[in-house]
């Protein structure tokens, strides 16, 4: 499966963004997808994933401000980021339950 991110780029704070993620593959809809971030001098963290049927989890700091959701019949995944905060810089990946990854797109929030 190949993961392709885009939508990343520089917002100024309390701006929003909205990232996407292309899937390959015919059986996309059984995986669960995710997205995660990785901050520079930091480890890899989830940011949110989603399961086939549309359940989603959220990391406490994102709750509130940032929506998954995927559409199984294009193969997308989608993070919604409104009111993004600086320490949200980061380069967010794509990930499915597989191990497969994404190389990632850079979220710069600054003013």
């Known amino acids: 499966v190949q993961l392709v991110e885009s939508g990343g780029g520089l917002v100024q704070p309390e701006g929003s963004l909205r990232l996407s993620c292309a899937a390959s593959g015919s059986i996309f809809s059984i995986y669960v997808m995710g997205w995660y971030r990785q901050a520079p001098g930091k480890q890899r963290e989830l940011v949110a994933d989603?399961?086939?049927?549309?359940?989603?989890n959220y990391a406490d700091s994102v709750k509130g401000r940032f929506t998954i959701s995927r559409d199984n019949a294009k193969n997308m995944v989608y993070l919604q980021m409104n009111s993004l905060k600086p320490e949200d810089t980061a380069v967010y990946y794509c990930?499915?339950?597989?191990?497969?990854w994404g190389k990632g797109t850079l979220v710069t929030v600054s003013s």
């Open positions: 989603i399961t086939s049927g549309g359940s989603t």
């Open positions: 990930k499915d339950s597989l191990g497969d």
